[in-house]
């Protein structure tokens, strides 16, 4: 699966905490889940899950290795530094969402201001919910044609904004602001590239499920256990994603698995299960 979701080219990030026992201290500390989510067009949505038992940049990097092409995530330091690597060839196209949230939470400041940057953000992903109705051309020309002018009145005002000496150093506009414009790069990425979102919310959503379900299994039990919880999960999550019963897959495929040949593993990923089931009566 990890496979399959690398040549897509295009993966939506996100992680989220999870508590993990410490053996013999009798409590809990804070592990991660980290989401790896395909959002290609057309492609397999494949949801791939991580456990570590720590939030270190090793965690991304390392995974991401051999991935060529875009991420989708947030401003955490491990995606910038891939970004700006040699040794990965990576683009990480920023999220819209996450800033127009920290203009949302600036109530001190400008705001008419920020009135103004909000409106026009919304203006964005207005335009934007029609691009991704159309094909990859037409994606592309509104982007060009309507998007663009907007993200430059963004950019203007906002850099304007720091040049008129109004903004407190430490206030949260002054943060919004700065959030975007030491990556301008990354949020204008999507404009010019029909593959890639304006947002994360793919991944947003992905790991969602999970912070759902740790409610009521609380926490996991080992580093090992984490690590099979998380392979579970993207069993699971994948084939939901794909509209596949999870039940009914896995008790399929840990029949088939004792005789199924190794080589052709690959034949039981749930998008070519379910493509099979369908073909044939033999899977039904």
Same mark, same amino acid.
């Given at each position: 699966?990890?496979?399959?979701?690398?040549?897509?080219?295009?993966?939506?990030?996100?992680?989220?905490?999870?508590?993990?026992?410490?053996?013999?201290? %009798?409590?809990?500390?804070?592990?991660?889940?980290?989401?790896? &989510?395909?959002?290609?067009?057309?492609?397999?949505?494949?949801? *791939?899950?991580?456990?570590?038992?720590?939030?270190?940049?090793?965690?991304?990097?390392?995974? *991401?290795?051999?991935?060529?092409?875009?991420?989708?995530?947030?401003?955490?330091?491990?995606?910038?530094?891939?970004?700006?690597?040699?040794?990965?060839?990576?683009?990480?196209?920023?999220?819209?969402?996450?800033?127009?949230?920290?203009?949302?939470?600036?109530?001190?400041?400008?705001?008419?201001?920020?009135?103004? &940057?909000?409106?026009?953000?919304?203006?964005?992903?207005?335009?934007?919910?029609?691009?991704?109705? %159309?094909?990859?051309?037409?994606?592309?020309?509104?982007?060009?044609?309507?998007?663009?002018?907007?993200?430059?009145?963004?950019?203007?005002?906002?850099?304007?904004?720091?040049?008129?000496?109004?903004?407190?150093?430490?206030?949260?506009?002054?943060?919004? &602001?700065?959030?975007?414009?030491?990556?301008?790069? =990354?949020?204008?990425?999507?404009?010019?590239?029909?593959?890639?979102?304006?947002?994360?919310?793919?991944?947003?959503?992905?790991?969602?499920?999970?912070?759902? %379900?740790?409610?009521?299994?609380?926490?996991?039990?080992?580093?090992?256990?984490?690590?099979?919880?998380? =392979?579970?999960?993207?069993?699971?999550?994948?084939?939901?994603?794909?509209?596949?019963?999870?039940?009914?897959?896995?008790?399929?495929?840990?029949?088939?698995?004792?005789?199924?040949?190794?080589?052709?593993?690959?034949?039981? *990923?749930?998008?070519?299960?379910?493509?099979?089931?369908?073909?044939?009566?033999?899977?039904?």
């Amino acid at each position: 699966m990890k496979e399959r979701l690398f040549e897509q080219g295009v993966i939506f990030t996100d992680d989220t905490t999870v508590n993990l026992i410490v053996n013999g201290a %009798g409590k809990t500390k804070i592990a991660r889940v980290w989401g790896y &989510i395909g959002g290609k067009p057309n492609a397999p949505p494949y949801h *791939l899950y991580e456990f570590s038992s720590d939030r270190r940049e090793i965690h991304p990097m390392t995974y *991401l290795k051999k991935f060529k092409g875009i991420i989708h995530a947030d401003a955490y330091s491990a995606y910038e530094k891939l970004d700006h690597s040699e040794d990965y060839e990576i683009c990480w196209a920023a999220c819209w969402a996450h800033a127009r949230r920290k203009f949302e939470n600036a109530q001190s400041g400008d705001q008419e201001f920020r009135i103004k &940057i909000l409106r026009l953000i919304r203006y964005l992903f207005l335009f934007e919910r029609t691009a991704l109705a %159309g094909n990859a051309k037409r994606r592309l020309e509104i982007r060009q044609n309507d998007e663009k002018k907007i993200v430059d009145e963004i950019f203007k005002m906002l850099k304007g904004k720091v040049k008129d000496n109004t903004l407190l150093p430490k206030s949260q506009l002054a943060e919004a &602001i700065g959030y975007m414009l030491c990556r301008e790069e =990354n949020f204008r990425l999507y404009l010019d590239k029909s593959e890639t979102r304006m947002d994360n919310n793919i991944a947003e959503n992905g790991v969602r499920k999970l912070v759902i %379900g740790r409610k009521n299994w609380l926490f996991v039990g080992s580093k090992r256990s984490g690590k099979a919880m998380a =392979n579970l999960l993207s069993l699971v999550q994948s084939c939901r994603a794909m509209k596949i019963d999870p039940q009914k897959y896995l008790e399929d495929i840990f029949k088939r698995l004792p005789g199924h040949p190794h080589k052709n593993i690959a034949q039981l *990923l749930p998008n070519l299960w379910i493509k099979k089931k369908r073909n044939n009566s033999h899977y039904r």
